[in-house]
Structures are given as C-alpha cells and as structure tokens.
C-alpha cells in the first residue's frame, strides 16, 4: 500500500492507499515541533489505530506546504520505513497543466487536488478546499490549471473575531439552528457560519460566471469542509480524500522516476 502524507499549515493529513481507495487515515497538528524519532512514534500510532504493520507500507508520497519540517518528516520516514518519499514539486509529472501567471507560487497541496479532481470527474472543476485558508481552484476540462481564488479560512475568521475582541468567547465552529442568534455564544456562530456560506455560495457564483462555466462542477474538501458543503445547492460533493487520491496518481505517474 501507499502512504499518502498531506502536510499543511495546521493538520498532517495521513492516508494508506490500496489501489486507488483509501483503506485508512489519521490527523495530527502541524504547528507543534518534532524530532525524527517523534514522527516515527506518531507513524507507528497511525499504522497501529488502523490495524496496518510497517511492511505494508511499499512506499511513501509527500505533498507539503510547510518546508521547515520537511527535514525532520523525512528522515522519520527512512527511519521508519527505509525508503526515500516521493516529494510532490518542481519536475513532477502530473498530468495537469498550470498556466497560473507564477507556476512556481502554487503550493503542491492544490496540485494535488486539481489532478484527482481532473482524473476522477473528468469535466472543468472548481475544487474548494477548506484548510487554513479557503482556496477556489478552477481546473478545466483539458486538465488546464489558471484561476484561483484564495480567501481567510473559516476558523481564522472565527479566530480573528474572537481574539480582536476583549470579551467575545471562542465558540464551536457549527452551525446554529437560526441565524437569529439569542445569546453570545449563537450569535458568533451564527454570524461565522452564515457568513461564510454567504461568502463561498457568492465565490463560486462569480467565479462561474465570469469563466461562463455554469456547469462547472464544484467539490469541497479540508477538514472543515463538510460544515460548509452540506448548507448550500452551490458545492455538489464533498470529498474529504482527494488529496489522498491526487498523491496516489502521481505516485503511479512517477514512480519509475
């Protein structure tokens, strides 16, 4: 099987991959510094929550946007596993073509997206994925990646209400059963989750339009994408392993490199 590892900003996202399904996954924070030998015992902590041993991990693929743990994750896989990972970036081959105006500023855990999205659906995507920040990435039918919209994720919107302010609480990011609010506590969510629907439904109607794309066909993902995809007709299918699936196709597409 493969391990999949999707290093963002604030959760490393890891997946076991058997051919093309996703037999397990586990969440651990970024932000906390970690040696090699701490990595290890959280791989080992995956594999054993999902009933995986180290042999069957054949081989490893990284899409990370946070550099300054690489140098420790990656020893941690040799160490585990003894195996170099496969590291999504410059001069791999991904079947999609970027034609952003600086291909180089696009962080590999939005390549990974756009290729599962354009292998998978196989029509012109805009893929929202719901990580620390909100990225709106518009992949065509011919596989041709040039429009991004990137907007405050929604827990550091909920974050900067709450820390900008002396006495509003930090709340639970969930949605209220009325947007009318009757304490403090509903008020916030109410005024953050609505909010952000509002923001996303006007996101993807302007972005479809202004591509005359209204077929465009819309996938969420990221841990907090499901709050989100589940209040609007605008986001037609949640997929919370498409970065799992991108790493594996081009695992398959590079692995002889």
């Given at each position: 099987m493969l391990?999949?590892?999707?290093?963002?900003?604030?959760?490393?996202?890891?997946?076991?991959?058997?051919?093309?399904?996703?037999?397990?996954?586990?969440?651990?924070?970024?932000?906390?510094?970690?040696?090699?030998?701490?990595?290890?015992i959280c791989l080992n902590a995956f594999l054993a929550a999902e009933n995986f041993s180290r042999e069957d991990v054949d081989d490893v693929i990284i899409s990370s946007v946070v550099p300054k743990i690489m140098y420790s994750l990656t020893s941690?896989?040799?160490?585990?596993?003894?195996?170099?990972?496969?590291?999504?970036?410059?001069?791999?081959?991904?079947?999609?073509?970027?034609?952003?105006?600086?291909?180089k500023e696009v962080g590999a855990d939005r390549i990974v997206d756009c290729v599962a999205a354009h292998y998978f659906y196989k029509r012109a995507?805009?893929?929202?994925?719901?990580?620390?920040?909100?990225?709106?990435?518009?992949?065509?039918?011919?596989?041709?990646?040039?429009?991004?919209v990137i907007a405050p994720g929604l827990q550091i919107s909920a974050n900067a209400l709450t820390s900008s302010t002396a006495k509003l609480p930090e709340v639970e990011i969930r949605k209220p059963e009325s947007i009318l609010g009757r304490n403090t506590i509903s008020g916030i969510q109410s005024g953050v989750v609505y909010g952000y629907i509002g923001l996303v439904e006007y996101i993807i109607k302007t972005m479809k339009k202004e591509l005359n794309d209204p077929d465009a066909y819309v996938i969420a993902t990221g841990g907090l994408g499901r709050v989100i995809a589940n209040e609007t007709e605008e986001i037609d299918i949640y997929d919370p392993d498409i970065a799992y699936k991108g790493m594996s196709i081009l695992y398959e597409k590079n692995k002889t490199k």
């Open positions: 391990l999949t590892i999707d290093v963002g900003n604030t959760n490393i996202a890891l997946g076991m991959v058997d051919e093309g399904k996703v037999a397990g996954s586990f969440r651990l924070t970024t932000k906390t510094p970690r040696t090699s030998d701490e990595y290890v941690a896989i040799r160490k585990c596993f003894g195996k170099e990972p496969l590291i999504v970036g410059p001069g791999i081959r991904t079947g999609v073509e970027i034609k952003t105006e600086n291909p995507c805009i893929i929202v994925d719901f990580g620390t920040a909100t990225t709106f990435d518009y992949v065509s039918e011919e596989g041709v990646f040039q429009y991004t």
